[in-house]
């Protein structure tokens, strides 16, 4: 029971947190301009790796250890492959948009970050609904079974 209590944790942290992003903190950053914008992403953004890259590797790696060690085997399983299919998603899909928002030179072509921040954030939504998505399969592993 130990790793799929620290896997929904880690999971519903991570979920709590990236869908925070997309409700609150970016659509909160937009409405101060771009430029504004751009300047208050890239910071948070270096924050939010570190806590949210070290939540995701806790839970995938949790994830495992609750498929061989707790019932309802299948659950930890997927919920595990949909959680770490954010890291490619992460460093496949996103990383573009990210090297073109950290290069110093976007800064000059204001409507060109525009596209770029509302590409992430759209991107970013997917990582929220597949931690969401994990989170509510853990949550339901977690469910005693019935004799």
Not at 17 to 28: D, F, G, K, Q, S
Not at 56 to 76: H, M, N, P, Y
Not at 126 to 135: D, E, G, I
């Amino acid at each position: 029971m130990r790793f799929g209590i620290v896997t929904t944790l880690c999971t519903g942290l991570f979920a709590g947190a990236a869908t925070y992003i997309n409700l609150v903190e970016h659509p909160a950053r937009m409405t101060c301009g771009t430029a504004a914008a751009l300047a208050e992403w890239r910071p948070s953004y270096k924050r939010a790796t570190v806590m949210q890259a070290s939540l995701l590797i806790a839970g995938v790696l949790s994830a495992v250890g609750a498929t061989f060690t707790e019932s309802r085997k299948t659950g930890w399983l997927y919920g595990g492959l949909l959680l770490g299919s954010i890291a490619p998603l992460t460093l496949i899909g996103m990383s573009p948009t990210n090297s073109q928002l950290f290069d110093p030179s976007s800064e000059h072509d204001l409507d060109r970050v525009q596209q770029l921040l509302s590409r992430w954030n759209r991107l970013h939504a997917v990582r929220s609904a597949l931690s969401a998505s994990a989170f509510l399969i853990f949550s339901l592993s977690l469910r005693p079974q019935k004799p």
